[in-house]
């Protein structure tokens, strides 16, 4: 999977950008939560490309890999950290009104929701200030039935109170922190502590370890590039632009998600600002199939705050010249009764640097992670929806 080089990236390891991992090839998936529970463990590839193990229960494990755009010099070879994330909250909120549906006897001849997050960045990185920021989501929903539309809106009200990803950017979450130098515990500092610091380092365990599950029945082309960004210099957000040390700009993604069929969804996610690629990603929730036909919703959305975190820890190493050989996190996200838990994260670096430093890099990436801020920011942001053109 290596080139001549020995270095291991998307290109290298010549794989789907994601694909079913075998259950007993990979440790600490089990989990006797009561809700919904995911297992993220991310390690950083060269440049800004990213490799993550997801362990969903329900939903079984899959590899994922993230890359960036033009605008922080990425290959493009994957989708951006916050493709998954509104990914993961399309699939989710499809999720509760499905099940709603059925549970209420209403069928739906076909849906489609539309999804827009917008995402601050303000500040220095050098001064230490630069912040990340989440505005209110913007979804328009359509839903084509015979039912009656006051039980529609009634529908669509009630699953978007169910939803785990809207209780995500709606509660104000307390997440938690450790961090592992050079194999060694490190007590955090800047950022509130976590309760454990048991989590073993994923280069050592699972990443030596996984292995496809070809005898699995899942979808081919799960993710795949649909349209490539164009490369532009010395425009607004083009080459390069989000790797400038001062930052004042809004980011926006777009998502336009259709219902196929059962369980199964698909959605197309554009990068708007910085300009950025077009993704096409599927999903299918385990109600359906016993060996999932792709990861859920919640599967998405828990990696894509990882990869956002990742990716902020790269940029500030980056931006601030950091000795940084490697870096790997495990992250655990909690769901249940419409509900989302604070995210604990464990953050393991190999670096030639004290450990004063490197704790100050854990606290600017959480500082500065949009999806960190959307979780912990006391203004709304959770979602403002539309049903058929109406306000909900």
Known sequence: MNDASGVYSIETANKPLVFRVKEDSVQ????NHTGMIHRVEVRSLPGMQKEAIVTSSPGGTWRIVCDEGPYLN?????PFPLAFFTTGLQFCLMTQILEKAKEQGITLKSFNLELDNYYTMKGSFIKGDAIGGAKPAEALIDIESDADPGAIRNLVETATKACPGQAMMRDILNNVFSLHVNGEV?????????????????????????AADNDA??????????????????????????????????????????????????????????????????????????????????????????????????????IAKLDVNSIR????????????????????????????TINNLVRMGEQTCFLHAAMRDAYPSQIQTKLNGQPL
């Open 74 to 78: 990425g290959t493009d070879l994957a």
């Open 329 to 356: 996190i495990v992250q655990h996200t909690r769901f249940s009764d419409g509900r989302a838990e604070p995210v604990d994260t464990h953050v393991f670096i190999d670096a030639n640097e004290s450990a004063e």
């Open 28 to 31: 600490g998936g089990a989990s």
């Open 217 to 318: 029945a899942y979808l081919d082309d799960i993710i795949t590039k649909t349209k490539a960004a164009e490369k532009k210099h010395d425009v607004e957000g083009g080459v390069s632009s989000s790797l400038k040390p001062v930052q004042d700009r809004t980011l926006h993604v777009h998502g336009k998600a259709e219902w196929l069929e059962g369980s199964l969804k698909k959605t197309d996610i554009q990068l708007r600002s910085p300009i950025g690629s077009w993704f096409r990603l599927f999903s299918a929730e385990p109600v359906d199939q016993e060996a999932n036909q792709a990861p859920t919703g919640l599967a998405y959305l828990s990696a894509g705050v990882g990869f956002c975190y990742m990716t902020q820890l790269s940029r500030y190493t980056h």
């Open 186 to 210: 490190v007590q955090v500092e800047g950022v509130t502590a976590s309760g454990n610091v048991d989590d073993p380092d994923p280069e050592a365990v699972n990443f030596k370890t996984f």
